[in-house]
């Protein structure tokens, strides 16, 4: 019986992490050849100030469109381009894109556009990262200050290295803000010792913010943290109107979520939300 029960158990293991690994292998495989196919896209989800109701800004989001899998969300394939260290030429066509739109944007007689950038750890930590930047943002005659790149706690461990390229990013004249700001390491010292511009309070108090006190509490507490500090401060994940109100109540300047849009694709935050500067 237990030879018996042993040999299912290693059946039904052996064929799930087959399938899961050979799905992995397929996503790999697809991953390093997507730049190249052209099958990566990014959508853009807008920034509300909480005051004047207007977008600020818009957040750049990665999606991965596979020939046969369908869309694939950045959940999904970001950490494994973190592994297999693809992370570091997806990222770089990020930047390459974003720089480009926001050049031809601005040749479209557009008013000028401020884009949120992710960046991963792994990438964060690339040797030339602010040179690639820097040069992207020289090749196509851009303001550096339209450009906002997001880093989670996660990424700022080693603290020397960190405060060396922010302050690197901070000459080249980017904005740097805190993505999922509460959720990671941080302590309180690093947010005193970085050249840091935005707090971005993390989506999972932002949820139930309404509803759970401590929720309250720690929202409460970041936007009052930021706002002591002279830091820009955005609540993400904000999806009803009720925990705009709250937002506003409490003093945080900016808001992103499903409430106000979903991440659209480029068509569609020009239709909707880009205007012609007017002479
Ligand atoms: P993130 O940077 O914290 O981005 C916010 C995520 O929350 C996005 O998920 C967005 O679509 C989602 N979101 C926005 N508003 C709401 C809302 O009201 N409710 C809910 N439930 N979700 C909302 P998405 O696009 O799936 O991206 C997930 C994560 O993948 C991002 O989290 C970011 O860490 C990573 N990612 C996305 N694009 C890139 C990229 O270009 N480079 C890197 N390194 N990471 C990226
Ligand atoms: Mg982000
Ligand atoms: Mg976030
Ligand atoms: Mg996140």
């Known amino acids: 019986r237990a030879k018996e029960l042993g040999r299912s158990l290693y059946q039904f293991y052996s064929t799930d992490m087959e399938k899961q690994s050979s799905y ?4 790999e495989t697809g991953l390093r050849k997507a730049i190249e196919r052209n099958e990566l896209e990014l959508y853009y989800q ?3 100030d909480l005051v004047s109701n207007k977008v600020t800004s818009y957040e750049a989001l990665l999606r991965w469109k596979h020939p046969t899998l369908g869309y694939i969300s950045p959940g999904e394939f970001i950490p494994l381009a973190e592994d297999t260290g693809l992370i570091l030429s997806i990222g770089e066509w990020v ?9 031809k944007w601005n040749e479209s007689g557009y008013e000028p556009i401020s884009i949120g950038i992710n960046l991963s750890a792994k990438q964060f930590q690339q040797i030339g990262l602010v040179d690639m930047i820097k040069e992207n943002i020289e090749s196509n005659q851009i303001f550096p200050g339209c450009l906002e790149f997001e880093l989670t706690e996660g990424a700022m461990q080693d603290a ?17 803000s805190v993505d999922d700001f ?14 840091i511009d935005t707090l971005k309070i993390d989506q999972s108090f932002v949820r139930d913010v309404l509803t759970d006190e401590k929720d309250a509490a720690i929202t409460t507490t970041i936007i009052y943290l930021a706002q002591s500090l002279g830091l820009s401060v955005i609540a993400e994940g904000v999806e009803d ?12 300047h900016k808001a992103q979520g499903y409430y106000f849009s979903k991440p659209l694709p480029e068509k569609e935050i020009i239709e909707h939300y880009f205007k012609k500067k007017t002479k």
């Open 24 to 27: 992995l292998m397929l996503l």
């Open 46 to 48: 807008p920034q509300f």
């Open 160 to 176: 020397k290295k960190t405060l060396r390229t922010l302050n690197q990013l901070k000459d080249v004249g980017v904005r740097i």
């Open 241 to 252: 109107e009720k925990q705009v109100e709250f937002f506003k109540l409490m003093g945080c």
């Open 182 to 195: 509460g959720t990671g390491y941080s302590s309180l010292s690093y947010i005193k010792r970085f050249p």
């Open 95 to 103: 930047i390459n894109t974003v720089c480009q739109r926001i050049k």
